[in-house]
């Protein structure tokens, strides 16, 4: 009996230890995309000063530094910081669930 308890209080400690890594996780990705995202905004930014569609500027693709125009390279930056802030949501409501869950498995082992 005794080692029925302790096997079952050893597999909810591994839950909620499985819970607290997936939140830790949730929540570093998301710091890396709100940093990826400022970037994306302040490029945005700087590119709306430019009145020039034809003018060239450099971006990096997978390593490699392109040359492009402003207008190529514009459309591009507000797709890619559109897809970022529609993921940076869609994580944040996984970082709330993992949280609940977490918060549900701690009170749960609270109480036994």
């Given at each position: 009996?005794?080692?029925?308890?302790?096997?079952?209080?050893?597999?909810?400690?591994?839950?909620?230890?499985?819970?607290?890594?997936?939140?830790?996780?949730?929540?570093?990705?998301?710091?890396?995309?709100?940093?990826?995202?400022?970037?994306?905004?302040?490029?945005?930014?700087?590119l709306k000063d430019v009145n020039?569609?034809?003018?060239?500027?450099?971006?990096?693709?997978?390593?490699?530094?392109?040359?492009?125009?402003?207008?190529?390279?514009?459309?591009?930056?507000?797709?890619?910081?559109?897809?970022?802030?529609?993921?940076?949501?869609?994580?944040?409501?996984?970082l709330e669930i993992k949280l609940?869950?977490?918060?549900?498995?701690?009170?749960?082992?609270a109480s036994r």
């Amino acid at each position: 009996m005794a080692d029925q308890k302790r096997k079952n209080q050893e597999v909810i400690l591994q839950q909620f230890n499985k819970l607290r890594q997936e939140q830790r996780m949730v929540a570093q990705k998301i710091s890396e995309l709100k940093l990826e995202e400022s970037e994306h905004k302040l490029v945005i930014d700087a590119l709306k000063d430019v009145n020039e569609p034809t003018r060239k500027c450099y971006q990096l693709v997978g390593g490699v530094l392109m040359e492009r125009t402003v207008g190529q390279v514009q459309p591009n930056l507000e797709n890619n910081a559109s897809k970022i802030n529609s993921l940076l949501n869609t994580m944040d409501k996984t970082l709330e669930i993992k949280l609940r869950s977490w918060e549900i498995s701690r009170r749960n082992t609270a109480s036994r």
